[in-house]
């Protein structure tokens, strides 16, 4: 069976969304099948293949009344058709000029959640999300936090911001700071997460750093640089900019890779929820320079119940 994948496509006139099933066809990406999406559906789904158009395979009819294949290149359905958000899915709605293929990213719904991330959509497939809007949950393990005192005005009145795209960290002027955020998955859930990683603005004073957790996988970071561990066991060093993909499947099958190459792997099998974890660490101190370390450009993944 070919590999497949979803692209969300949209009518720019009525606003319904569609599901675009596509499959590998020598170097591009073909529809194979369209199905209609809910708008529960269309606004938690994120298209899965980028390329500079698409057409549909020969399994599937071409436009009836001029032949193209073209999902969203002819004028013919929108002239033979007044469509209206209230009619019914009609297949030749996919060639109509109206359609275009939506890139946007999927966001959490009140019917699905930000943590239900492996949908069953009505027609029976099973979709992935890669989301946009995940909810954190903030940690400090500081209890009591000094006053800023004479830098109160320049202190960030917000020391972790954190969203589906980004995580900043801002230090306090005076006081010691051990405070992050996290996110759990089920022990049986795969999940992966990309981000750009920059240290460059930890300043020596005082000692910081930026430490990573995911089950086994531990990491420290500042403006030096650092290293990744796996179990303890180090597996590798990076500088003070790199991309980052962690990954866990199979109930514990443990991922590091850096800078688009694998760096490490290692399973260990999950027994309880797993908590990734971004956290920043610095002593307490007395001035005003404040360390800051950033994670951007974040792409989340998870599939519930390592199903596929």
Known sequence: MKE?????????KTGKYYGITVSPFGTEWKAVDVIP???DEGRVLTS?????????????????????????????????????????????????????????MGKASRKFGSGKTEITLEQGMKYQITFSNVEWRHFDKIQFHADAGPFSHIEPKEHVIADGQRIEFHGYNVSEMNEGVLYEINPDDDFEI?????????????????????GPITAKINEQGGAFFLDGRQVAQVGQRFRMR?????????TIEIDNRQVGTLYSQNRERVEIRFGFWHESHY?????????????MSQVCGGQQ
């Open 287 to 299: 001035c005003e320079n404040i360390t800051r370390a950033y994670v951007n450009n974040i792409e």
């Open 194 to 214: 990309v981000c750009d990683v920059d240290t460059t603005t930890v300043k020596q004073h005082p000692e910081g750093y930026l430490y990573i957790e995911m």
């Open 37 to 39: 999406l809910s708008a």
């Open 48 to 104: 899965q293949v980028r390329q500079a158009y698409f057409e549909t395979n020969d399994n599937l009819l071409a436009c009836r009344y001029c032949g193209s294949r073209r999902i969203g290149g002819c004028k013919c359905t929108k002239a033979h058709f007044s469509c209206s958000s209230k009619k019914e899915y009609n297949f030749d709605c996919i060639y109509c000029q109206e359609m275009e293929i939506d890139y946007s």
């Open 246 to 254: 962690l990954s866990v499947s199979k109930g514990g099958q443990y």
């Open 4 to 12: 497949q994948k979803i692209v969300k496509a949209r009518c720019r």
